[in-house]
Antibody, heavy 116, light 110 residues
């Protein structure tokens, strides 16, 4: 399963790091992806990381805006902001897939981030 | 990269079939077999319904099927049921080695 960290309420300019802990599978065998869903809006891929080799890719809209990382020792992936904006208010989901497939079957429960 | 194009809404009566289209380009939908579809009920995480164009994960009803022709993928739901009412999103791998979602389609079961 993927278990995400709890909801956050932050102020503009604050930094933030949310987490996604994988369990019950070999963490280094799968990509972890991050998805944003702004209030009342659709899903957006932000980027993905492969904890096995640290292969990290960002969607163009999010390149330079966030940092995706992973700590294999504690089977946890992270999504990080250095300076939040009100427009970062959203639900953030992590999900998992293996190489060579679009099978994003396993999802976290979501982390709500409110910037106000 | 632009979001894939989906109709904003579709509707159907119980028992009917509906199809949701997902249009992209040769750099995403048309270029790869990595198209997937997700169902999202309000306040819930997305649920994978179809992956790799036409494969169903275990536990997903065989009323859901996927296909692709050229740069357009499709999700068909047969024998509509009230619990199918939800938002549906397509997703595709892209030539940028990332993925992109469609804008989402709201399915209403009349």
């Amino acid at each position: 399963q993927l278990v995400q960290s709890g909801a956050e309420v932050k102020k503009p300019g604050d930094s933030l790091k949310i987490s996604c802990k994988g369990s019950g599978y070999t963490f280094t065998d799968y990509f972890i992806g991050w998805v944003r869903q702004m209030p009342g809006r659709g899903l957006e891929w932000m980027g993905i990381i492969h904890p096995g080799d640290s292969d990290t890719r960002y969607s163009p809209s999010f390149q330079g805006q966030v940092t995706i990382s992973a700590d294999r020792s504690i089977t946890t992936a992270y999504l990080q902001w250095s300076s939040l904006e009100a427009s970062d208010t959203a639900m953030y989901y992590c999900a998992r897939r293996a190489r060579g497939t679009s099978n994003w079957a396993l999802w976290g429960q979501g982390t709500l981030v409110i910037v106000s | 990269q632009s979001a894939l194009t989906q109709p904003a809404s579709v509707s159907g009566s119980p028992g009917q079939s509906i199809t949701i289209s997902c249009s992209g380009t040769s750099s995403d939908v048309g270029g790869y077999k990595y198209v997937s579809w997700y169902q999202q009920h309000p306040g819930k995480a997305p649920k994978l319904m179809i992956y790799d164009v036409s494969n169903r994960p275990s536990g997903v009803s065989n009323r859901f099927s996927g296909s692709k022709s050229g740069n357009t993928a499709s999700l068909t739901i047969s024998g509509l049921q009230s619990e199918d009412e939800a938002d549906y999103y397509c997703s595709s791998y892209t030539s940028s080695r990332t993925s992109v979602f469609g804008g989402g389609t709201k399915l209403t079961v009349l």
